[in-house]
């Protein structure tokens, strides 16, 4: 009877895993904004619902020469753990592969980990929130697209 107290405690204090990391992230190389255009940027519109996060990321590099953003697709799906931690996969556009990374919350921070895909020559980079709220038509294009792609 204790364990089942403690657990339905802890699943009040947690509340819906994944639902700090809906909206829009956002991280650029050039933090101090004395850039005019940034060469590296790295954009992440999210929905979370239950444990299940899917949504859209952009990274441009090279100060624009190379950008792999999604044209009207999701093409970023994955699952939240007990602790916090989603796993997902991105669909590389430029490349035409899936790639793996990390994402954790904590303090108003988005950290998303990745050897393969996002800012060039990091391991990791901290996304800091721009709108709690993605695009609208995020949740009908995941919608959709999970359809087509039968995700």
């Not at 802890?10 to 904004?33: A, C, F, R």
Request: aromatic fraction near 8%; hydrophobic fraction near 35%; charged fraction near 25%.
């Amino acid at each position: 009877m204790i364990i089942l107290n403690l657990i339905l405690a802890s699943s009040l204090l947690v509340g819906e895993p994944g639902k700090n990391m809906t909206g829009v992230w956002n991280w650029h190389s050039d933090p101090n904004g004395l850039e005019e255009v940034p060469e590296e940027s790295f954009t992440l519109h999210l929905l979370a619902k239950g444990t299940e996060i899917r949504g859209s990321a952009c990274f441009i590099y090279n100060y624009g020469s190379r950008i792999d953003c999604p044209v009207d697709e999701c093409n970023v799906t994955g699952t939240m753990d007990e602790l916090g931690v989603a796993r997902i996969v991105v669909h590389s556009e430029y490349f035409d592969t899936n790639e793996t990374g990390t994402l954790t919350h904590e303090d108003g921070i988005l950290s998303w980990s990745s050897k393969s895909f996002g800012p060039a020559y990091r391991e990791s980079v901290a996304l800091r929130r721009r709108a709690s709220s993605p695009r609208k038509d995020l949740q009908k294009l995941c919608s959709s697209t999970r359809k087509a792609n039968g995700h």
